[in-house]
């Protein structure tokens, strides 16, 4: 079992930066994709972009590719997505969630298979124009 809280959403500006966090605890595993994800008032739940345990690959959605980065720190069991040049089409709730069963394959199929991942609580991230 693996517990998930993210924070550090919040209400910004157009072209304004936001840090999430997420932070993990609980049981361990060597190999695991993390991922964060949003959902929009009325959309589906998508991927937002994925760190594999084993490399350190990265993966990112298309339209925020270039502006969001998505890291790790494995002393603390945090992950983060740095979001920069936040667009009001970012608003959203974001979510981090692992998975151990697949790679981060898994991260970008749609519909997202929400019982294939354990999830946190969500954070709530707001642009305005």
């Known amino acids: 079992q693996v517990q998930l809280v993210e924070s550090g959403g919040g209400s910004v500006q157009a072209g304004g930066s936001l840090r999430l966090s997420c932070a993990a605890s609980?049981?361990?595993?060597?190999?695991?994709?993390m991922g964060w994800f949003r959902q929009a008032p009325g959309k589906e739940r998508e991927g937002v972009a994925s760190?594999?345990?084993?490399?350190?690959?990265?993966a990112y959605a298309g339209d925020v590719k270039g502006r969001f980065i998505i890291s790790r720190d494995n002393a603390k069991s945090t992950l983060y997505l740095e979001m920069n040049s936040l667009k009001p089409e970012d608003t959203a709730m974001y979510y981090c969630?692992?998975?151990?069963?697949?790679?981060?394959?898994?991260?970008?199929?749609?519909?997202?298979?929400?019982?294939?991942?354990?999830w946190g609580q969500g954070t709530q991230v707001t642009v305005h124009s």
């Open positions: 969630a692992v998975q151990f069963a697949f790679g981060c394959e898994m991260a970008w199929v749609s519909p997202i298979v929400v019982s294939a991942w354990n």
């Open positions: 609980g049981d361990t595993y060597s190999r695991y994709c």
């Open positions: 760190i594999y345990s084993r490399d350190g690959s990265t």
